[in-house]
Structures are given as C-alpha cells and as structure tokens.
C-alpha cells in the first residue's frame, strides 16, 4: 500500500516529483490515520442498509381532520450545547418510539401484530404530542414479545451518529441496531433498534437519558364512564374497535367523568381534544384525582373526540389497542319511539334517544337497541352497531359491539329465541346469549359455518331458528345456500347445498329472506338465475310463485320480480288464491311492520292501501324517522321539543 501511494504522490501537481522526505512521511500518516478510523466507525456502526420494516412507524400513522389543543403537553426541545461540551443523547434526540411486536407465523413481521407504545422525543404523532423525555427511570408493560424502536438525532454528522448510537445498550434480552433503510436524505437519519429474546423484562438504556425497562404482563389499562343515577345522567359507553369509542350522552350534560381501572402517571398523560366545528374549542380535561378524567364539552359542539393514547398507569399499564384510546362524545336531544299510526309510546327509557332501531322480545318487556357505529369497510355490505339490551329497571348491558349487519334492518342476523336468550351472527359464528347471567357462547363456529351470513328467522311455530349461509363454489362459478337450524334445546343441523343465489349487485349476493307464518314458511331462492318464493305449509305440502319476498301481511305475500327491462314489478300474493300486480311507484317498496311504504321520487313517502289497490299519502307530514324496512313492527322515533 506505501508503495502505491508513494507512486501516486510523486507524480501529483504538488510535487511534480520533488517533494521532501519529511513532508511524504506526515503525509502518509495522516492518511493511514483517517482509513483506520473509517473502518472502525463501520464496524461500530452495525448494518447500514437494513431492509425496510414492515412494522409500523410512529411517523407513517395516518393524519387526523382537525387540529387538536393538548393538556399537560411538554414536548422536548434540543437545548444548545454548552461551550466546550459534546451534546449528550438526550440533547441531540429528536424522536424516540418504542413499540412492540409479534411476529407472523412464519418468523417474519409480515402476518404478527404491532403497536407503538410510547413516543418521545420533538417529532408528534398526527393529533398527538410526543411526551417529555423521562426524568427518572420509567416502566412500562410489554403485551408482545419482542420490542423495536426508532431514534433519530439532530444531527448528520458520521462521527457524532457514531458516538450517539454506541451509547444505546439494553439488558435482558439482545439488542440489534442499525439504519431504518438507505436514506437519499442523509441529513435526516433514522434508526430502527429491536430487543428480542426477552423473558420477564429488559432495560434499555439511551445514553443519558434515565432506563427505561419493559415488564411483561396482561394487564391493559380499561375505563367506564362514571354512573350518576341521582343527577340522571343516563350516558352511555359502547367499544367501537376501529370506528372508535363511542360516548352518548344527553344534549343537557355538559360533562362525562371517565373512571380508569387504575391510578393513572396524570403528570405524564397527554390530552388531545378536536370537535367536528374546527372553530369550536375547548379544554382537554381535568383530572379530578388519580383515576378520574373529567371532559367538558363546549358550547357551540355536539360531538367532541377525544385523544387518550398517551395515559399511562402508575404500574405502565395502557390500552390493548389503539383504538381503544379514541373516543367520541355524542349529544344526543331527547327522542321517543311511537307506535304507527297511533303515536302510542313503545319503550320508556332514558336510553331510548340513542336508539337507531329497536327489536322487542316476545312479550315486550324487553328490547334490544340497535346504535349506528359507522362502516361498511372497503366492499363490505350493511352497516356496523352496538347491540344493547335494555330491561325495565336496570342499567343497559351491551350484547355486542360493535356488530356486523351485513345487510339491511329488514334482514337482522339476529333473532329473539324467548324472552331470555338471543341468537346472533357475526365473523366469529352463531353464538348465543343468555340474558339472565350476561354469558355468550358460540354455537357454530364460523369456521365449521364455511360460508358467510345471508338471511336468518326465528319460527315461533315450531321453536326453530333457521340461518342461511353463502359460499362461493368458485369450480361451478355458483353461489351455494346451506341452511342451518336450531332447535329448542340448542341442537343444530345443516342442509348443505339448499339453494342457491345470484349477485344482486357487483359485490354483493342476493339475500333470500325466510318469512316464517302461523300456516308455514316463505322461502325465497333461484333458479336459472332468477328469483322464485315458495310457501312450505306446515303439512310438507308446497305453492310456489316468481318473485322474492319483500313482506307479508297476515296471509298475503309481496313479492318482486325484476324482468330484463331491470325495472321491478311488485305482486300481491296469497297463496292457493293467485296473485295480483301493484301500482308502478317511482321509488323503492319497503315493509313497514304488515304496510308496504315506497318513497317517491320527490321525497315524499306513500304507503299502500290492499283495500283501495293504490298508494295514498302518509296520514302525517314525514317529521319524524319512520324506519322502513322492518317486517316485524310499524315504529317511528320523533324528537322531543325543548
């Protein structure tokens, strides 16, 4: 190597061969100096071109609506160096996020679970500051078994990056660092760290910012809104999942108090608050104590979102999921639910107004409320509820939330067996739930249904709950029907291949409702794509007409056909009698309890008189939510003037 560097030097523009002895032997050093120290910071500094993560990056999160204000936020600024002195680690940090991670089956991050737990640092997540740096040693849960991290410094310089991430150390458990990926911008470097093989807790320790250790536990950090029955404060707290956290309360209340399942670090726990009026604004919170959050909701706003991510419990406990820490608080005015048409109330409770649907148990007393959540997701059909179960005297329990209704309210997946037991349907099976000890268990599993939900009914008549199934026979290019049925004790059985269905639209298959009567079963199915009804009476004995069911009223059918004109035609059928054609109407035929509804093309709605064979208007100015499509009933919400 000497050789080869005398050679290049004698013939440079320097020396033009001439230079001095002294001169080449300095010269010679301080180049051997400088190679030595790169190829010592390369072995210090780890991996440079780590592959791209697939875990989620605190600064990847997706951003909010609306800005948000923040309590007890304290985010860390750099403070300048002092003269002389070389900036420590938590001088120069800019963001620091510890997550944790399990990974797929297959070894990898792909197809596992993650989840950021903490994020310091002066980088915020969207709608949520980062917290201040710790100060003293903190601890918090590990839910997942392995931890990753990001840091990244206010710096670009190789040998400060160097000196920085040599003092990022961890104990109990092996700690790998190295470049998140190959970065074009080498002024904003980012490092990804992960600890593995950890067996109670690890410590990692950030040069000199105070350890901070990861204990692993099962414990996860839960809250419900504190009851006020004296002050009736009748609110009401539903788990969203993904659509968030709902709170409903009483256009009256200005405040909810949430109680915390433990004593919560309130020094440490960042607020953030939004409404849906961007002008509108507000506190974040106070904390009554160590376990209670008081939130205000301002004049001026009906809903208020409020941002708990960054609450944390004395022990470290925090949310199992995300979502978990998203919650919205929803005044609601005061409504009631009537009877059509004689306007006789249907249910006195002070959890009626939050009610978007009702179904009543067999003998009235008690109901199930049905509350809008959000979705569909993606290509899903129907929309996502809470289910509620309320009874006379006591405090609502929630059967299920949130729940998939895959299809509209005149099709429910789920049914009333008697006054006490209920039968649903949702990704995970036919379940039931026993209201009189508050337990649920799965009666079929999704995975032995082998198809997704398409219609299900309850036959008083004999005691059966029947459930249809769809699966996609991709070999037949065929939709297949099973029907399932339970009987009085619990048992079930299955009919594979019952019938089959078509798709009603591009994502979606026809539904095909069971309408059980006193004297049989309406059963709708295909056949040579198009939709046929067919009345099984109670002796085996079968009539059968083209059409699918829409409603029935006492021994009459409605059915529709839709021709290849794609314009559908409505009949009036009673079996064994024939049937007869309804008058065209503009908009779409709906059940409303036994009365068919159709809303026009000018927004007024019209209901449909056997009687007269014509459609008359509404006996009422459409003030109130009417509800159609509910074969069961004929009821109404209307809001109650203040």
């Known amino acids: ?93 800019t963001e620091l996020s510890i997550c944790q991670l399990n990974r797929g089956e297959d070894g990898g991050e792909f197809g596992g679970a993650s989840a950021c737990i903490v994020n310091f640092g002066t980088e915020p997540l969207p709608m949520l500051p980062p917290l201040s740096l710790p100060e003293k040693p903190e601890t918090y849960a590990l839910y997942m078994e392995e931890i990753y991290f990001f840091v ?60 901070i250790t990861l204990k692993r536990s099962d414990r996860k950090l839960v809250y419900e809104v504190e ?72 004049d001026g706003a009906t809903e208020w979102h409020v941002n708990l991510e960054n609450i944390f419990s004395v022990s470290g406990s925090y949310f199992g999921e995300h979502w978990d820490g998203s919650v919205r608080l929803s005044k609601v005015p005061e409504r009631k639910w009537r009877q059509f048409p004689s306007g006789e109330p249907v249910l006195e409770s002070a959890y009626a107004k939050y009610y978007d649907f009702i179904l009543f148990s067999p003998d009235n007393r008690r109901a199930l409320g049905m509350i809008e959540m959000g979705g569909p997701n993606a290509d899903e059909g129907g929309r996502y509820y809470a289910v509620v179960l309320d009874r006379p005297g006591q405090p609502p329990a929630v059967v299920r939330s949130p ?30 739930y ?4 508050g337990r649920t268990k799965t009666l079929v599993a999704a995975s032995e249904l082998g198809g997704y939900f398409n219609a299900m009914a309850f036959d008083a008549h004999e005691r059966t709950l029947y459930l249809l199934t769809q699966r996609y026979d991709e ?9 399932w049925s339970m009987d009085g004790e619990g048992k079930t059985a299955v009919i594979r291949d019952f019938a089959t269905t078509v798709l009603a639209d591009k994502y979606q298959a026809l539904k095909l409702p069971i309408i059980p009567r006193p004297d049989g079963v309406f059963w709708t199915k295909t056949r040579d794509g198009k939709a046929v009804t067919e009345f099984v009476m109670r002796d085996g004995r079968k009539l059968e007409t083209t059409g699918a069911t829409v409603a029935a009223a006492g021994q009459k059918i409605y059915v529709s056909e839709r021709p290849a004109s794609d314009k559908p035609k409505w009949f009036e059928w009673t079996p064994g009698k024939g049937r007869s054609v309804l008058p065209e109407t503009s908009g779409r035929i709906v059940p409303f309890g036994s009365l068919l509804t159709t809303e026009e093309a000018d927004g007024t709605w019209k209901l449909y008189d056997p009687d007269k064979k014509r459609w008359v208007a509404f006996p009422q100015q459409r003030k109130t939510n009417l509800y159609p499509e509910q074969p069961f009933q004929a009821i109404y919400r209307e809001d109650v003037p203040k």
Request: hydrophobic share 35%; aromatic share 6%.
């Open 475 to 483: 070999a037949a290019e065929t939709i297949r029907i099973d029907r």
């Open 1 to 93: 190597m000497g050789e080869r560097f005398e050679k290049g030097l004698a013939g440079s523009r320097y020396t033009d061969g001439k230079i001095d002895g002294w001169l080449k032997r300095l010269m010679y050093a301080v180049l051997l100096t400088s190679l030595f120290a790169i190829m010592a910071a390369c072995e210090n500094r780890g991996g440079e071109t780590g592959a791209e993560s697939a875990s989620p990056s605190p600064s990847s999160a997706s951003p909010g609506s609306a800005s948000p204000s923040a309590a007890n936020a304290t985010p860390y600024s750099t403070p300048p160096a002092s003269p002389g002195k070389e900036r420590g680690v938590a001088e120069s940090l």
């Open 434 to 437: 026993d209201i009189p000890s």
């Open 152 to 211: 990244k410094f206010g710096t670009s310089d190789e040998m400060t990056l160097e000196r920085l991430t040599r003092q990022i150390k961890a104990e109990g458990g092996t700690l790998k660092l190295e470049k998140e990926q190959t970065q074009l911008d080498r002024s904003n470097i980012r490092y990804k760290g992960s600890v593995t093989g950890i067996r109670e807790e690890a410590v990692i320790f950030f040069g000199d910012i105070p350890p």
């Open 227 to 298: 009851p006020d029955l004296v002050a009736g404060k009748d609110m009401l707290l539903l788990q969203g999942n993904e659509l968030s956290t709902k709170l409903l309360m009483p256009e009256r209340e200005k405040e909810a108090v949430l109680v915390f399942s433990e004593p919560i670090r309130t020094d440490r726990a960042n607020i953030a608050v939004y409404g849906n009026d961007p002008s509108v604004r507000g506190p974040a919170g106070k904390w009554l104590d160590d376990r209670r959050l008081s939130i205000t909701v301002p």
């Open 403 to 432: 729940m998939h209704f895959p299809d509209v309210l005149m099709n429910l997946p789920l049914a009333w067996l008697d006054d006490e037991r209920i039968a649903y349907v949702d990704y995970q099976g036919l379940k039931l």
